[in-house]
C-alpha cells in the first residue's frame, strides 16, 4: 500500500505544473513583472536581524507571486535607528527604535517605483535581540508590504504597457 502511494505522489509531482518562487501561471506576466531581493543595508553586524528581514521581504515577494533571483526590479531596504536606551529595571533592557524603509526600484533606469515606511520596536536584554524582536514585528502579510508590491506591480504593468505601445 505504501509503494501504491509512493508511486502514486511521483506520477503526481511529475505530471503537475510546478512554478517556481510562487509565480503566475499567465506566460506574459510571469515574463514581465518580477521582483528581487536587495540585501538590506544600514545593520553593520547584525547578520541575524538581517537575514531575517531579507526572509520577510522574500516571503512576501513571493506569497505576491513576483519573486526572482534576478531582475531589473528591485526590492530595496534602508535600515535607520532611531533610538536605543537600556532601561533601568533589574535586569537591563534594551529597547530599539528602527525606520525601515522600502523602495521598489528600476535598475535600469535608476528610479524609485513605490516607497513605504515602517517604524518598529523591539525589547530585550542585548541590543542585537532587540533588533531581532524590532524587525520580527514585520511579518510577510503586513498591509503596508503588501500595498507597496501590489501598487508596485500595477507601476511595472504600467511600465511594460507603455513600452508595448510604442
Given at each position: 500500500?505504501?509503494q501504491?502511494?509512493n508511486?502514486l505522489?511521483?506520477?503526481n509531482?511529475?505530471?503537475s505544473?510546478?512554478?517556481s518562487?510562487?509565480?503566475?501561471?499567465?506566460?506574459?506576466e510571469?515574463?514581465?513583472i518580477?521582483i528581487?531581493?536587495?540585501?538590506?543595508?544600514g545593520?553593520?553586524g547584525?547578520?541575524?536581524?538581517?537575514?531575517l528581514?531579507?526572509?520577510?521581504?522574500?516571503?512576501?515577494v513571493?506569497?505576491?507571486?513576483?519573486?526572482?533571483?534576478t531582475?531589473?526590479?528591485?526590492?530595496?531596504?534602508?535600515?535607520h535607528?532611531?533610538?536605543s536606551?537600556?532601561?533601568?529595571?533589574?535586569?537591563?533592557?534594551y529597547?530599539?527604535?528602527?525606520?525601515?524603509?522600502c523602495?521598489i526600484?528600476?535598475?535600469?533606469?535608476?528610479t524609485v517605483?513605490?516607497?513605504t515606511?515602517?517604524?518598529?520596536?523591539?525589547?530585550a536584554?542585548?541590543?542585537a535581540?532587540?533588533?531581532?524582536?524590532?524587525?520580527?514585528?514585520i511579518?510577510?502579510?503586513?498591509p503596508k508590504?503588501?500595498t507597496?508590491?501590489?501598487r508596485?506591480?500595477?507601476?511595472i504593468?504600467?511600465?511594460?504597457?507603455a513600452q508595448?505601445?510604442?
Amino acid at each position: 500500500m505504501k509503494q501504491i502511494v509512493n508511486i502514486l505522489l511521483c506520477i503526481n509531482l511529475l505530471w503537475s505544473p510546478l512554478n517556481s518562487f510562487g509565480q503566475s501561471s499567465n506566460p506574459a506576466e510571469r515574463d514581465s513583472i518580477q521582483i528581487q531581493i536587495a540585501h538590506p543595508s544600514g545593520l553593520a553586524g547584525q547578520d541575524n536581524a538581517v537575514s531575517l528581514l531579507e526572509k520577510r521581504l522574500t516571503q512576501a515577494v513571493v506569497l505576491n507571486g513576483i519573486a526572482s533571483a534576478t531582475s531589473r526590479f528591485l526590492l530595496v531596504t534602508d535600515i535607520h535607528e532611531l533610538s536605543s536606551q537600556v532601561t533601568t529595571s533589574t535586569p537591563p533592557q534594551y529597547v530599539t527604535e528602527l525606520e525601515i524603509s522600502c523602495y521598489i526600484t528600476d535598475q535600469t533606469e535608476k528610479t524609485v517605483l513605490q516607497q513605504t515606511t515602517f517604524n518598529v520596536k523591539g525589547v530585550a536584554r542585548t541590543k542585537a535581540k532587540a533588533y531581532q524582536h524590532a524587525i520580527g514585528s514585520i511579518q510577510a502579510r503586513n498591509p503596508k508590504l503588501k500595498t507597496l508590491i501590489n501598487r508596485g506591480k500595477e507601476k511595472i504593468a504600467a511600465y511594460y504597457q507603455a513600452q508595448k505601445e510604442e
